[in-house]
């Protein structure tokens, strides 16, 4: 049973229990007719009690068993107070006293009492900054662990909404999910809610859908939980990233180490002096936490878990020898007004240079939002960049990866080439080679 709809039975049993001590005194007092009327709103609301608890328990519980003996006891009293015999009807009113007493240790005890999680993810592909928190929450007995994913919107050039996406259908099979049209946070009002995604209206390129802005939803939980999607490279932090909605409406902010969390201290304490002395300084301090990333959690998981699509196979192999694998990732900022044309330069580069390799094989996954990106700050680099794709498939140069499994990429990887991104810490945790890309160097 969920903590608050135990708390609110037990306040119902402890106002059943008063009203039956009120009963018993006007008994006492001579005023027969007001006690049978209280009885009998005492018997109503231990019935009403009885039902709750059976609806969330089931049947067969010993409080409930209690209540029905309460409501026996109630009727005597109540049929013995008409007939005259009042001494009859005070001693069972000392037996309904006790039998309160003994229906709320019994519901207090043997209720078990549930807490409620609520995993907010928007994409499928940044699930592993929440999914080893949600397997770990899985395996605690008195929590429910709920995963909703929630709409998002592409925002136009203008800065306006486009069209709605949902991810919901493309999570893995051992993840139920949660219709978010069906399920109310303002109802339900969990314990805890996660989130992954800290910008809520302030991204140029989507937002999550505006119900769950981190603003709004901080109204419906206890304790609101932001874990960023991504990973600090080196531990060095932008200040633009702790100062956020994510940062500000969250109670906790999951961060990867020590030395992430004390700049994030540094710069939300000195971009927000107001909120600090209001909200206190050991409370902002002790709103950041330095947990660990779950998405280095998703390093360790079992091998058999990515299987490889029969395609890539074929690619990697390089006659009885395997090809040497080199994760290439490109990211966001190349598709802004006034990179592009520099990157699709680049780019031809990188496609001629790995053309003549036999023995490397070349997995190009773009950021999962570059596209978006292109349609909403350059329009005009839409075309370019979908020939580019094109261009690449159609030549074989290498694995086009857009799934929605990036681990799978670079668990198979033996090296990383590409843009500065949080993808690159994952490398370096395995203890595989990096090199950043230079769009300025087109020569081997």
């Given at each position: 049973?969920?903590?608050?709809?135990?708390?609110?039975?037990?306040?119902?049993?402890?106002?059943?229990?008063?009203?039956?001590?009120?009963?018993?005194?006007?008994?006492?007092?001579?005023?027969?007719?007001?006690?049978?009327?209280?009885?009998?709103?005492?018997?109503?609301?231990?019935?009403?009690?009885?039902?709750?608890?059976?609806?969330?328990?089931?049947?067969?519980?010993?409080?409930?068993?209690?209540?029905?003996?309460?409501?026996?006891l109630i009727y005597c009293c109540v049929s013995h107070i008409p007939t005259g015999k009042?001494?009859?009807?005070?001693?069972?009113?000392?037996?309904?006293?006790?039998?309160?007493?003994?229906?709320?240790?019994?519901?207090?005890?043997?209720?078990?009492?549930?807490?409620?999680?609520?995993?907010?993810?928007?994409?499928?592909?940044?699930?592993?900054?929440?999914?080893?928190?949600?397997?770990?929450?899985?395996?605690?007995?008195?929590?429910?662990?709920?995963?909703?994913?929630?709409?998002?919107?592409?925002?136009?050039?203008?800065?306006?909404?486009?069209?709605?996406?949902?991810?919901?259908?493309?999570?893995?099979?051992?993840?139920?999910?949660?219709?978010?049209?069906?399920?109310?946070?303002?109802?339900?009002?969990?314990?805890?809610?996660?989130?992954?995604?800290?910008?809520?209206?302030?991204?140029?390129?989507?937002?999550?859908?505006?119900?769950?802005?981190?603003?709004?939803?901080?109204?419906?939980?206890?304790?609101?939980?932001?874990?960023?999607?991504?990973?600090?490279?080196?531990?060095?932090?932008?200040?633009?990233?702790?100062?956020?909605?994510?940062?500000?409406?969250?109670?906790?902010?999951?961060?990867?180490?020590?030395?992430?969390?004390?700049?994030?201290?540094?710069?939300?304490?000195?971009?927000?002096?107001?909120?600090?002395?209001?909200?206190?300084?050991?409370?902002?301090?002790?709103?950041?936490?330095?947990?660990?990333?779950?998405?280095?959690?998703?390093?360790?998981?079992?091998?058999?878990?990515?299987?490889?699509?029969?395609?890539?196979?074929?690619?990697?192999?390089?006659?009885?020898?395997?090809?040497?694998?080199?994760?290439?990732?490109?990211?966001?900022?190349?598709?802004?007004?006034?990179?592009?044309?520099?990157?699709?330069?680049?780019?031809?580069?990188?496609?001629?240079?790995?053309?003549?390799?036999?023995?490397?094989?070349?997995?190009?996954?773009?950021?999962?939002?570059?596209?978006?990106?292109?349609?909403?700050?350059?329009?005009?680099?839409?075309?370019?960049?979908?020939?580019?794709?094109?261009?690449?498939?159609?030549?074989?140069?290498?694995?086009?990866?857009?799934?929605?499994?990036?681990?799978?990429?670079?668990?198979?990887?033996?090296?990383?080439?590409?843009?500065?991104?949080?993808?690159?810490?994952?490398?370096?945790?395995?203890?595989?080679?990096?090199?950043?890309?230079?769009?300025?160097?087109?020569?081997?």
């Open positions: 049973m969920r903590k608050r709809e135990k708390d609110r039975l037990l306040e119902m049993i402890d106002t059943l229990a008063g009203g039956c001590r009120e009963a018993v005194q006007l008994i006492e007092g001579s005023k027969e007719e007001d006690a049978i009327s209280l009885l009998t709103d005492c018997q109503e609301a231990a019935i009403a009690v009885g039902n709750a608890i059976e609806q969330a328990e089931g049947t067969g519980t010993g409080a409930v068993a209690l209540l029905e003996e309460l409501c026996e009042r001494e009859e009807g005070k001693a069972i009113g000392g037996q309904i006293e006790i039998k309160c007493a003994q229906i709320r240790d019994k519901f207090i005890h043997d209720i078990k009492e549930e807490k409620m999680a609520v995993f907010l993810p928007y994409k499928v592909s940044m699930w592993d900054s929440l999914e080893s928190v949600w397997k770990a929450s899985c395996k605690e007995g008195d929590w429910i662990s709920i995963v909703m994913p929630i709409p998002y919107f592409d925002k136009k050039p203008d800065g306006t909404l486009g069209e709605m996406q949902y991810e919901g259908g493309d999570f893995p099979p051992d993840v139920p999910i949660v219709d978010w049209q069906q399920f109310s946070l303002e109802y339900e009002q969990p314990d805890i809610i996660f989130i992954h995604n800290p910008y809520d209206q302030y991204n140029y390129v989507t937002t999550v859908h505006p119900l769950f802005y981190a603003s709004r939803i901080r109204e419906y939980t206890e304790k609101l939980v932001y874990i960023p999607y991504f990973i600090h490279q080196n531990d060095m932090v932008s200040d633009t990233y702790c100062v956020l909605p994510g940062t500000i409406y969250a109670d906790t902010v999951v961060l990867q180490s020590e030395k992430v969390r004390e700049q994030y201290i540094r710069y939300f304490e000195e971009a927000l002096p107001d909120l600090v002395q209001k909200q206190g300084k050991k409370a902002i301090e002790d709103k950041f936490q330095a947990w660990g990333s779950p998405k280095l959690d998703a390093l360790h998981r079992e091998e058999d878990e990515a299987e490889l699509p029969e395609d890539w196979e074929r690619m990697l192999r390089n006659g009885d020898k395997k090809k040497k694998v080199i994760f290439f990732n490109t990211h966001l900022g190349n598709l802004m007004k006034g990179n592009s044309d520099r990157f699709f330069e680049k780019m031809e580069w990188v496609f001629r240079l790995f053309q003549k390799k036999n023995d490397i094989l070349l997995l190009w996954r773009p950021h999962p939002l570059s596209l978006d990106t292109a349609k909403s700050m350059n329009p005009e680099a839409v075309s370019p960049y979908l020939k580019l794709i094109e261009k690449y498939k159609r030549l074989g140069i290498g694995i086009y990866d857009d799934s929605k499994d990036l681990h799978r990429a670079v668990n198979l990887a033996d090296a990383y080439y590409g843009d500065r991104s949080s993808v690159t810490e994952l490398f370096r945790q395995q203890g595989k080679p990096v090199m950043i890309m230079d769009c300025g160097v087109l020569e081997e």
